[in-house]
């Protein structure tokens, strides 16, 4: 991707909620830039809207009103097939929990998304085994998600989310479920793998150990992306 062309541009977001009757301003006129190669952390105490801001950023959810902008590719105006292939080649997402596919083997959980998104099975296969390899898995290619540990199966998960070569890789606790020392070992592997890749991340956390790794911190406050 063009250097100068930023991973995403979010402007102006606004998002509220009904709740009990109530109106919930979750975003209000929320600005965000991430260039490309720049690895950002995404803190706020709970309910601060982290999550509702990553659904919008991953063109899961529409914004009441503001822009979001993928890869340069402005995406208000797109109807829900762009937004749709935007997402399959832009945009990789990782959870808290892992959310593999349990009668597939780890290596076939990230040969899936390739092949839809029109790569041949070899290929497919090789870029697999490749960031299993990466993480330390190769041995682990053909096991199911029920045979492996914790930590194992949220490196898989981030192998798939990876699968496609995104441009923005968007984790919501990414190491949430994990114990405090597994947590470090996955993260410093999805941070080494997103560098390795020339990808750019926006990464949802409470751990303040983690955000300060990122290039970058940004909080969210009454609903405003601030700068710390
Ligand atoms: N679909 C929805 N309907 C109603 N309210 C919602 C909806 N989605 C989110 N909210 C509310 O919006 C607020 C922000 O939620 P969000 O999950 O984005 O926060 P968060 O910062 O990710 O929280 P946490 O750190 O606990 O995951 C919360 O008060 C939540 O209840």
Known sequence: MNKSV???ILTGVCRSF???GARLDVLV???LTIATGEIVALVGPSGAGKSTLLQIAGLLERPDSGDVAVAGQACSGLNDDRRTAL?????GFVYQYHHLLPEFSAAENIILPQMINGRSRKQARERALHLLGSMGLAKRA???PGQLSGGEQQRVAICRALANAPKLLLADEPTGNLDPQT???VFAELM???R???LSALIATHNPDLAARMDRRVTLRQGKVVTL
Not at 87 to 91: A, D, G, P, S, T
């Open 29 to 31: 006129d929320a600005g």
């Open 87 to 91: 997402r399959k080649v832009h945009l």
């Open 6 to 8: 930023p991973a995403l």
């Open 142 to 144: 053909d096991h199911r």
């Open 18 to 20: 009904e709740q009990g």
């Open 196 to 198: 390795e890749e020339g």
């Open 192 to 194: 080494r793998l997103v």
């Open 183 to 185: 947590s470090d070992g």
